[in-house]
């Protein structure tokens, strides 16, 4: 059931002392995000002395991991100091350790569970992926808001049923509060919000390091709402400082309600009285956009009509009006909510914020009724939530149901991206030869063998003297024989999804700002041991698996440790979770998905020649690694498309006999000491190479195949993608998409090894 949660009280999780105790809050208030990064809070309560030590939180990751995250902590006499450890929960996560180890080595433990027994502290539940959790920052309604919509939604727990009122997104939101002062000074720990929403004075007094943590999540691909009704400047602090110039606005005062506000609110009143036609409308709008998505609809249901109405529209308000500049317009935002009177000005600004979105409201939608309604509210509150989740709400929601259960978009990527760097070598039949030979000698020498030379030296009573030998000297053999026979170093296979921004307004100080990156890293073990990684302090690591479900109370036997602190070095005070080094056995498989900002100098430009089908688009880009290869391109003005991409090939799944695409590593255009360039000719055919990831169909295999584009879907190039859509659309921006074989190994391992890195 989909629920609107209010905030959640600190949960009465205490391991005590004689001087320090502590308490845990999980994700915003126990409302946890599934399968992204959320913080965990542990309250450290020190007595008359300072304390400080190691924080050990352990969890099952997924199917072939546990992680093990270390973080420092330092707590204040007779204070209460909130340390933010930052982890990704899988949905299906059931247990929980949190260790409190101070420098004196006394240690203490946490031990929660989903079902609380025994000597464990009851857990709170994790959201599925396609949940999204709308975090509220100080007074905004929307929470009460937003309390019926799961109702008005209609989403059935089998998405067997139509939505009524609302389309069946807004029944997947998740609603969080807290205070502005208790956020957490760390970027990745919004990572796994929808959306924030701010009261714009909720910025007096907050630290400072809170601000610059929102605004690099916003920059990354963050989606924030800001409430600026208030007389005032403080709102401006929650804008990233890049931005801060393209919103003007005049000061507050009583204006006319705008017409789009007072239809929103009627449409809804009537949707409420003739639930049927909501039905039909509702049908009709999402009719043209199913065909662009990859999920099913639902089938339809039958809807009670509501016999309480809604107050009307307010004639006027207290509102903020707002106004664009030119750069703001260029770079892709727009207004709305136009004021009666005044076609320059709107209580509604929103648009792209480097890879995020920013959305600002000159208007509390709580008082656009002649009555306070919080359900009439809900209204404009869709309204002016809906640009900036709009890519959840037209099918982010959605769950596949594949092979292995059910999974998202995210875990559909993480398949084919591991199954395609699973190259695991065969050992190959003369092992199986070899192996059966080894048995038959056995047997030979423990037998005949044995028999004759005991017989000879009139030894026979020592018979059981010499099968043991015979015996421990196979064992002996096993043991040793697969470190002899490896047929394959070990190998260090990386997919990464670069997002760079060459040029913007917004582009704030530093050469590299507007940079991220999410990739998968596989390890195969080619010999026992345990691995030193060599990765980006500032970095996020976590495991990941193809398979995302485990059922089952054991936590998985491979570890994922990672130490959470400030990266230092160029980085400073940036906290970051590198992987430290971990144990792998022989012949084992593991998975890892990190985030980072990668220092790049990329630079690009294209110049367009012809018209129509005959047009060409000449492409230069320079800054790549070299020695590199581009083997599929593609540049987008608009809705124009000029490509030159690697006809796709199929292999047959030795397990399934299923046929998987491969994109085969031929060279497109010429690179040379990092720049390349190459002539693409428009094409107007379907493109499937660069689509994201489909949601999985029932029965579907587990992996459909690998094309570049399946790779847009991971977590954080999907946040980033619809900012990008929305600065092309301006027609001010063209977007290159390069896939790049053959980089420099990343990261590196203390061992010999064979690596990928596309």
Excluded at 602 to 626: K, S, Y
Aim: aromatic share 6%.
């Amino acid at each position: 059931m989909v629920h609107s949660l209010a905030p959640a009280a600190h949960a009465q999780d205490t391991a005590r002392g004689d001087d320090l105790s502590a308490t845990t809050v999980f994700g915003w208030g126990n409302i946890i995000p599934g399968e992204r990064w959320a913080p965990i809070t542990v309250y450290l309560t020190a007595g008359d002395k300072p304390a400080s030590g190691v924080i050990i939180v352990e969890f099952p990751q997924d199917t072939t991991q546990s992680a093990r995250i270390t973080a420092p902590f330092a707590a204040t006499p007779n204070r209460t100091t909130p340390i933010t450890v930052v982890a990704a929960l899988s949905e299906r996560c059931n247990q929980a350790d949190i260790t409190i180890i101070t420098d004196d080595r006394r240690a203490r433990r946490l031990r929660y569970s989903d079902t609380g027994l025994g000597n464990t502290i009851r857990m709170p539940g994790v959201l599925p992926p396609t949940q999204g959790v709308v975090l509220v920052v100080g007074r905004p309604s929307l929470p009460d808001a937003a309390r019926e919509w799961p109702q008005f939604a209609a989403t059935g727990v089998a998405g067997e049923e139509e939505p009524h009122v609302l389309e069946p997104g807004w029944g997947h939101l998740v609603i969080a509060r807290a205070d502005a002062g208790s956020l957490p000074p760390i970027p990745a720990a919004y990572d796994g919000l929808a959306a924030m929403v701010v009261d714009g004075d909720a910025a007096l007094g907050i630290d400072p390091r809170i601000l610059e943590s929102v605004h690099q999540w916003v920059l990354g691909g963050g989606r924030l709402i800001i409430v600026a009704d208030r007389p005032g400047d403080l709102w401006r602090a929650w804008l990233p400082p890049g931005v801060r110039s393209f919103v003007a606005d005049d000061p507050p005062g009583v204006h006319p309600l705008p017409a789009e506000v007072a239809e929103s609110i009627r449409r809804f009143a009537a949707d409420l009285a003739s639930p049927a036609g909501a039905v039909e409308r509702i049908q009709a709008e999402r009719r043209t956009r199913i065909q662009q998505q990859h999920y099913t609809p639902p089938g339809r249901s039958t809807v009670q009509p509501s016999t309480s109405k809604l107050p009307g529209p307010a004639e006027t308000l207290a509102m903020r009006p707002l106004r664009l500049s030119q750069a703001a317009r260029a770079t892709g935002w727009r207004l709305a909510w136009a004021l009666p009177g005044d076609g320059s000005a709107g209580a509604l600004a929103e648009g792209p914020a480097g890879f995020g979105h920013i959305t600002v409201l000159g208007l509390e939608p709580i008082r656009s009724t002649v009555v306070v309604s919080s359900r009439a509210a809900g209204a404009p509150w869709r309204d002016a939530l809906t640009p900036a989740i709009a890519d959840f709400l037209e099918g982010g929601w959605a769950e596949g149901h594949a092979y292995y259960g059910p999974q998202s978009r995210p875990q559909a990527a993480i398949n084919s991206a591991l199954e395609s760097m699973a190259t695991v070598p065969s050992i190959g039949g003369w092992v199986i030869i070899a192996f059966g030979a080894g048995l038959l000698l056995l047997v030979l020498l423990v037998g005949p063998v044995d028999y004759l030379v005991l017989r000879r030296l009139q030894a026979g009573q020592h018979w059981w003297l010499s099968s043991l030998a015979w015996i421990g000297l196979a064992c002996a053999a096993a043991y040793a024989a697969p470190a002899l026979i490896r047929t394959h170093p070990t190998q260090v296979s990386r997919l990464s999804v670069v997002d760079h921004l060459c040029d913007a307004p917004a582009r704030p100080p530093g050469p590299d700002a507007l940079t991220r990156a999410t990739a998968i890293t596989s390890v195969y073990a080619g010999e026992s041991g345990v691995i030193t990684p060599q990765t980006d302090p500032a970095s996020w690591w976590r495991g990941v698996s193809a398979i995302l479900h485990w059922y089952g109370r054991d936590p998985p036997r491979g570890l994922a440790p990672t130490f959470q602190g400030a990266a230092g070095g160029t980085a400073g005070s940036q906290r970051g979770n590198p992987l430290l080094p971990f144990a792998m056995p022989l012949w084992t498989f593991r998975g890892f998905l990190d985030q980072s900002h990668p220092a790049l100098s990329l630079a690009a430009r294209i110049r367009v020649t012809g018209e129509g089908d005959g047009a060409e688009c000449r492409a230069f880009v320079t800054g790549l690694p070299e020695g590199c290869t581009v083997d599929a391109a593609q540049v987008r003005i608009g809705e124009r498309r000029f490509t030159m991409d690697t006809p796709l090939t199929t292999r047959t799944d030795p397990a399934t006999g299923v046929p998987i695409p491969i994109l085969p590593s031929v060279p497109v255009g010429t690179l040379e000491r990092g720049a390349w360039e190459a002539t693409l000719p428009q094409r107007s055919d379907a493109d499937t190479l660069w689509s994201p990831a489909p949601t999985p169909q029932p029965y579907t295999y587990l992996a459909a195949g690998y094309t570049p584009g399946i790779a847009l879907s991971l977590a954080g190039p999907d946040r980033r993608t619809p900012a990008i859509e929305r600065m092309l659309a301006t027609g001010r921006y063209a977007l290159i998409l390069l896939q790049v074989r053959n980089c420099p190994p990343e990261p590196r391992i203390d061992r010999p090894a064979h690596y990928q890195h596309t």
